[in-house]
């Protein structure tokens, strides 16, 4: 049987899709008519070697969601914010290129041509096959969103991209495979990015926004078009003109532009033809002066651009025919064109002579007071809500598989989460009301896959159905199920969803100490830890419970273990812990760290490793802001929601540190903090962690004036003005202060030019001694080290003017009429150089946060502890990325299988052999084919296969460092014997 589930979700107005990939397995054997057409059919050349060919691309950018929500953007509602409507564009560009077979058009966001495409009729459905056919309409990118690159998370990137090309794919073949990428709008662009869009099959990508000293360096050597280096691929890389996607000044056509029409009526008193062709051609020349190749490309578009395509598509045929019937004279000629058969011109016109890039372009300047660095902090609750969301959905997935599912209710959280990865979602740059959409949009998502994970985890443990519940607000220590507890037995089971096994500390909240712990495996008492809920977290949610109790949990590779708190008034492992008296310096140690705390402040002050050689050097964290400028005297530009503009380049202290609470276990030790009325850190210390956490509690920030909160950690490393930040969780960047890599810097914003986006980690490295320490993170940050031994993280901003940049609102967020209040974690690991690894597997600990769902007053479960993956391959470098469910006959199932090396070779990554046979402990594998990484076309369409392959041995599969890998895997269930 087929798996035929395909779930409305509503709230989104878009369909599920876990069905789609289904589709794509089965084309496996497509017919030859189905498949691409060659590379070569789509180059153009010139008749004549003398004239420049001019690429024509005719493009809308259409943001899901931004000053309007998604919804409304494609209905065309809320006029009076903004009059544009999504539907009318597709419908009108379709029109218009089905009655002339010469046009061309391009299109990106897949979230809108899904719903737009849902809604047509079978006539309509033809005419856009035909169109793709005849190679008139072109998908470009093909991502469900245009993402962002600085605060997105690479897993959530490779989903985005599997939902748009995957549905593209099923829906009209292989002739709609997109070949190029089109970032025209986020605002930077990073070297993970370009990796992924590689692996995913796309050769090329084009973008706008680069550093402003950056382009002109560009221009001025003919260097607009280059080859990006990245994870071992090179990648054409193509920057537009002006660095912008719009079309030339003065050339709009659209309903919405006010610009002169082409008038060729010579008898007409606005007769304007031959000037108008005169001022386009010398825009031309301009453009041509600045490329090497022989052919340009001029984009015509612009945000929500063809409102009316008749009028923009008639208007640019005039100019297109005047330029061309005099092409000798004015030196060009003129042809619709794609990106794709652009990029296949300039590749065999410059026949390997491009130049090379291998670092990244951030930050992102366009003018000297003005840095987008804001927006790698910008609405961290969002970006945190964004992250907890991505762990929730890898989890859903597995139980689905786990428990054979043949229910896709884990596709409402994905296609949510794709939408959130759009460049104005996780970027935190929208509209308010459009943020709280993005919300609105994950919630429901949420809501579905806590009744797959509860379910899912009733059914392989043995529990009756409805026995679990989930509480989402562990992190506000609030739970309903404890909460309405008494004095009732209340089971607690643990998910973990690595390939691993692993102990975790759990914490949960309660109205009181009355329980002890016991492990439901073994019936026996486990030592339990019973904490003050730190009064800071009631800023957080003024219905924070009162009592946390803290265990540790033993959870199998892939599967669960089960506890219960069972009410005692006496036990002997369980340990309430209070406030202990300081009179000289704090001293507090784990298996491997020491960490000493100033007595009066409670500040750290030193770290020693005792694993390493009794490394040891000082330590302090402080709670900081800036204050935001909003124009001077030098330029009037403002700090906003994209742009970071101090208004002192020297940061000053929220509040004195105060020291609060000195707590003090056998599992672990915490230290208390508050800065000011508005700031706080809990410091803690596992026994059986490598690492510190850092609990930071931020909020609600005054509304005096603009503030931006960071958190920074001083040391006593040298690092030479040098520090690392993670590519989207992937490979490491170095950043030098006050320098880029391939132009020479002209520092204008000494602290926000010096910001870069951090998604999972940044290193601080001593050279000379091989030490590091690294700052783990919860979510995106901005990042900067901006002395010896120093890196600050911005965890919180509040502003009260707009930046001029298009939102027209001040990054203002509130609740309950007070500033937001925002709650997060750092993880410090500090070590010797050669132990990097372990912050790959760290990340991916801090990532997959164990999930957890609670029973109140319910029996034992049946198995109380599972583990789904087998010990052949439990490798604390490998990771089970992706896992979806994807066709089924009866109890043999396919699913989409994506693997990953975490570690890259810099970082002594080595490859990793894996059996597909062993990946499940109750599944014996069928049969396998390897897909690309979006999963949506052959690997053979990626890559030389038989290259890509040489490390493989039947089902034993070998995946280099950093290297993910996709599989459509059929399973059939193990039978002992």
């Known amino acids: 049987m087929t798996r035929l589930c395909f779930l409305v979700v509503a709230a989104l107005s878009i369909v599920g899709c876990s069905g789609l990939i289904r589709d794509a397995y089965l ?116 991502g469900f969103v245009m993402n962002d690159e600085a605060g997105v998370h690479y897993s959530a990137t490779i989903d985005q991209f599997s939902a748009g090309l995957v549905w593209l794919t099923e829906t009209f073949g292989g002739e709609a495979e997109p070949r190029v990428a089109w970032q025209i709008d986020p605002f930077g662009h990073s070297r993970a990015q370009a990796a992924l869009i590689y692996q995913s099959g796309l050769k090329g990508v084009f973008f706008a926004r680069i550093h402003y000293q950056d382009y002109e360096r560009r221009k001025r050597d003919k260097d607009l078009e280059f080859m990006w280096e990245a994870e071992g691929d090179s990648v054409f890389t193509g920057v537009l003109y002006r660095a912008n996607y719009m079309e030339p000044t003065g050339f709009c056509f659209d309903t919405r532009c006010t610009d002169t029409p082409m008038i060729t009526n010579p008898n007409s008193s606005e007769y304007n033809l031959p000037q108008r062709v005169a001022d386009f051609v010398e825009y031309l020349k301009d453009q041509a002066a600045h490329y090497r190749s022989g052919h340009i490309m001029i984009t015509m578009g612009r945000d929500f651009a063809y409102q009316n395509a008749h009028k923009y598509f008639k208007n640019l045929d005039i100019l297109m025919g005047a330029v ?88 409402s959280l994905w296609l949510a989460l794709s939408v959130a990865q759009h460049h104005d979602a996780i970027t935190g740059t929208s509209k308010q009301h459009v943020a709280d959409d993005y919300a609105r949009q994950l919630a429901v998502g949420q809501t579905f896959c806590k009744g797959v994970i509860n379910r899912g985890l009733e059914e392989l443990s043995g529990m009756d159905s409805g026995a679990l519940q989930s509480c989402r607000l562990l992190n506000e220590s609030v739970c309903s199920v404890t909460a309405q507890s008494g004095y009732k037995p209340v089971t607690v ?52 419970m009162p009592i946390e109790v803290v265990f540790e949990a033993f959870l199998p590779a892939m599967g669960f273990s089960s506890y219960q708190l069972a009410p005692s008034f006496f036990s002997f492992h369980s340990h309430r812990l209070v406030s202990q008296p300081v009179e000289e310096d704090i001293k507090i140690e784990s298996k491997t760290l020491v960490v000493e705390f100033d007595s009066k402040t409670g500040s750290l002050k030193s770290i020693t490793n005792k694993a390493f050689d009794m490394i040891h050097d000082m330590l302090g964290c402080r ?62 210390l596992y026994y059986n962690k490598d690492y510190i956490e850092v609990e930071w509690t931020v909020g609600p920030i005054p509304d005096d004036m603009g503030r931006e909160v960071i958190i920074r950690y001083d040391s006593s490393l040298k690092t030479n003005s040098k520090f690392y930040t993670d590519s989207n969780g992937r490979g490491m960047m170095q950043r030098i202060l006050n320098k880029q890599p391939t132009w020479d810097l002209n520092v204008t914003e000494p602290v926000a030019g010096n910001y870069y986006p951090v998604n999972t980690k940044a290193t601080l490295l001593d050279e000379d001694r091989g030490v590091q320490l690294t700052v783990l993170t919860d979510r995106s940050h901005g990042a900067a080290s901006l002395a010896q031994g120093q890196v600050e993280f911005m965890v919180h901003r509040r502003l009260q003017v707009d930046d001029d940049r298009g939102v027209d609102e001040p990054l203002n967020e509130t609740r309950d009429g007070q500033g937001l209040v925002v709650k997060g974690r750092h993880w410090l690991y500090y070590s010797k150089f050669q132990s990097m690894d372990r912050t790959r597997v760290l990340s991916q600990e801090l990532f997959y946060r164990p999930t957890i769902a609670l029973g109140l007053d319910i029996p034992a479960p049946e198995h109380p502890a599972r583990g789904f993956s087998d010990s052949a391959v439990n490798n604390m470098y490998l990771n089970v990325l992706t896992v979806i469910n994807v066709d089924y006959q009866g109890d043999v199932f396919t699913y989409l299988l994506r693997l990953e090396n975490i570690v890259p070779h810099n970082e002594g990554g080595t490859p990793l052999t894996v059996d597909l046979n062993l990946v499940f402990k109750e599944k014996t594998l069928v049969e396998f084919a390897e897909r690309g990484l979006a999963g949506d076309r052959p690997i053979s369409h990626v890559r030389d296969e038989a290259y890509h392959t040489r490390g493989d041995e039947g089902s034993v599969i070998m995946l280099q460092p950093l290297q993910i890998r996709t599989f459509f895997a059929t399973y059939k269930p193990k039978v002992e014997f």
């Open 27 to 142: 084309r496996k054997l497509r017919t030859p008519e189905n498949e691409r057409q060659s590379e070569s059919d789509t180059s153009v050349t010139a008749d004549d070697s003398d004239l420049v060919t001019v690429h024509v691309v005719p493009h809308t950018h259409d943001d899901v969601g931004w000053l309007k929500t998604m919804d409304q953007y494609y209905y065309g509602a809320k006029g009076e914010i903004r009059k544009d409507g999504v539907q009318y564009i597709i419908d009108t560009v379709i029109d218009e290129l089905y009655k002339d077979p010469a046009k061309t058009f391009i299109y990106v966001e897949i979230a809108f041509f899904k719903m737009w495409w849902e809604e047509q009729d079978k006539e309509t459905h033809t005419k856009v096959r035909e169109l793709i056919k005849r190679k008139q309409l072109e998908f470009i990118n093909g």
């Open 324 to 411: 061309n019937g005099n092409a000798s004279s004015h030196g060009f000629r003129m042809v619709y064109s794609t990106p794709s058969r652009y990029m296949d011109a300039v590749l065999e016109a410059t026949n390997g002579t491009l130049s090379t890039k291998q670092d990244d372009h951030f930050p992102y300047a366009d003018f000297p007071h003005a840095y987008w660095t804001g927006y790698f902090t910008s609405r961290p609750a969002l970006k945190g809500y964004i992250r907890d969301s991505n762990n929730m959905l890898q989890t859903c997935r597995q139980l689905e598989v786990l428990v054979g599912s043949k229910r896709c209710d884990a596709d």
């Open 493 to 544: 089971v643990v998910y973990n969803a690595r390939p691993v096994q692993r102990n975790e500390y759990v914490r949960i909240p309660l109205l009181h100490p009355h329980y002890r712990v016991i492990d439901l495996s073994t019936m026996e008492p486990i030592t339990a830890s019973f904490v003050a809920t730190s009064p800071n977290t009631k800023r957080v949610n003024p219905q924070a």
């Open 623 to 684: 709670v900081m802001e800036y204050q935001s400028s909003t124009g001077d005297e030098k330029d009037k530009q403002a700090s906003g929601a994209y742009i970071f503009r101090p208004a002192e380049t020297a940061p000053t202290e929220v509040g004195p540190p105060v020291l609060t609470n000195y707590l003090v276990g056998k599992e672990f030790s915490e230290v208390w903090q508050d800065f000011g009325e508005w700031a706080s850190l809990v410091t803690r």
